[in-house]
C-alpha cells in the first residue's frame, strides 16, 4: 500500500486511442499529479495499493481531455466531499457527465428555439417531385448550428 508522494507522467498519452481528443499538455499532466496528491490528501488515513496511482492518473488524463480542466477539478471536489474514500476515475467522470448537462441545459435555456412565421416548430412543407414533404426550417438549422458551437 502506498502514499502518493509523486506521480510520473507515462510515455504514451493516448493509450485509450481516443485520436479525436487533443493531448493534454506536459503542464496539464503534471497539474493532474498535484490533484491526486491534494485527493489522496483529503483521505489521510486511506492508502491506495501500488499502481493505482499511475493507472488513476491515466484515466483522470482521458476525463480531462473530454470534459476539460476546470470541469474536471469541479467535478473532483465535488466528489470529494460526497465520499468517505478516494473517488475513483469513473466516479468523476459520471459527475463531469451531470455536470456538462447541466451546462448544456442551462445555455438551451437562455437561447430557446424561437420558429419563424414560416414553419411549424422546427419544419415547413415543401413541393418536392409532385409530392409534400417536411424539412427542417432554415431558422432552425440557424439555431442548431448556434447550438453545437455553444456546447462545445
Same mark, same amino acid.
Given at each position: 500500500? @502506498?502514499?502518493?508522494?509523486?506521480?510520473?507522467?507515462?510515455?504514451?498519452?493516448?493509450? &485509450?486511442?481516443?485520436?479525436?481528443?487533443?493531448?493534454?499538455?506536459?503542464?496539464?499532466?503534471?497539474?493532474?499529479?498535484?490533484?491526486?496528491?491534494? &485527493?489522496?490528501?483529503?483521505?489521510?488515513?486511506? /492508502?491506495?495499493?501500488?499502481?493505482?496511482?499511475?493507472?488513476?492518473?491515466?484515466?483522470? @488524463?482521458?476525463?480531462?481531455?473530454?470534459?476539460?480542466?476546470?470541469?474536471?477539478?469541479?467535478?473532483?471536489?465535488?466528489?470529494?466531499? *460526497?465520499?468517505?474514500? /478516494?473517488?475513483?476515475?469513473? +466516479? /468523476? +467522470?459520471?459527475?463531469?457527465?451531470?455536470?456538462?448537462? &447541466?451546462?448544456?441545459?442551462? #445555455?438551451? #435555456?437562455?437561447?430557446?428555439?424561437?420558429?419563424?412565421?414560416?414553419?411549424?416548430?422546427?419544419?415547413?412543407?415543401?413541393?418536392?417531385?409532385?409530392?409534400?414533404?417536411?424539412?427542417?426550417?432554415?431558422?432552425? #438549422?440557424?439555431?442548431?448550428?448556434?447550438?453545437?458551437?455553444?456546447? *462545445?
Amino acid at each position: 500500500m @502506498e502514499h502518493v508522494a509523486a506521480i510520473q507522467p507515462w510515455k504514451d498519452s493516448n493509450l &485509450a486511442g481516443n485520436t479525436y481528443l487533443t493531448p493534454l499538455s506536459a503542464e496539464s499532466v503534471r497539474r493532474l499529479g498535484l490533484l491526486l496528491v491534494q &485527493a489522496q490528501a483529503y483521505f489521510p488515513n486511506q /492508502i491506495l495499493p501500488p499502481g493505482t496511482p499511475d493507472g488513476w492518473l491515466m484515466a483522470w @488524463e482521458e476525463i480531462a481531455q473530454e470534459y476539460g480542466e476546470h470541469r474536471f477539478r469541479s467535478a473532483l471536489w465535488r466528489v470529494c466531499r *460526497k465520499s468517505k474514500f /478516494i473517488p475513483g476515475p469513473s +466516479e /468523476i +467522470e459520471e459527475e463531469c457527465v451531470v455536470m456538462k448537462m &447541466a451546462e448544456q441545459e442551462h #445555455k438551451r #435555456k437562455l437561447n430557446p428555439y424561437v420558429p419563424c412565421g414560416e414553419c411549424v416548430g422546427s419544419h415547413v412543407i415543401r413541393e418536392r417531385d409532385g409530392r409534400n414533404e417536411a424539412v427542417r426550417c432554415e431558422c432552425w #438549422k440557424t439555431w442548431k448550428a448556434a447550438q453545437q458551437k455553444v456546447e *462545445k
